[in-house]
């Protein structure tokens, strides 16, 4: 039986850091929010007020760490699991915070509800991405292979 994918694309994905580069992308904004929070704390606390979160500086604190240390566990291959747990029940939580969209009403609130609605299920669809890299990484490990 032939392989299914071409090998072109078997070799892209067969190529190390692909798996790198996967990874990168995955987190990258949230490395990229992390640093700019911790270089703009007042920003930042700002956004958990506006959040409605308090106390707001803990849970600035909080997000700042979990968006810096659950990245950097991804990319260096360290316990993946915990990273991608970190960042998915983060993530989602944020989904159900800043985006209930299953609250507005009103006909003047359509626009505001659609985009609520897709950025929901964006988050979503990350979380499922944090699951599928902690999959792979495990599947890496009980293989032998970094």
Do not use: C, S
């Amino acid at each position: 039986m032939a392989d299914a994918e071409p090998r072109l694309v078997h070799a892209v994905l067969d190529w190390p850091p692909t798996w790198f580069l996967a990874r990168l992308l995955l987190v990258g904004a949230y490395m990229v929010g992390g640093f700019a929070k911790l270089t703009d704390w007042n920003g930042a606390v700002a956004e958990q007020v506006h959040f409605g979160m308090n106390p707001p500086a803990l849970w600035a604190g909080l997000t700042i760490a979990v968006e810096i240390i659950g990245p950097l566990l991804i990319l260096l291959g360290r316990m993946v699991w915990l990273g991608a747990g970190m960042l998915g029940v983060f993530t989602l939580l944020a989904a159900f915070v800043a985006n209930a969209f299953w609250t507005m009403e009103g006909p003047g609130q359509a626009t505001e509800r659609f985009m609520a609605t897709n950025a929901f299920f964006e988050h979503v669809g990350l979380v499922g991405g944090f699951i599928l890299a902690a999959l792979v990484a495990e599947h890496a490990r009980r293989q032998g292979r970094p």
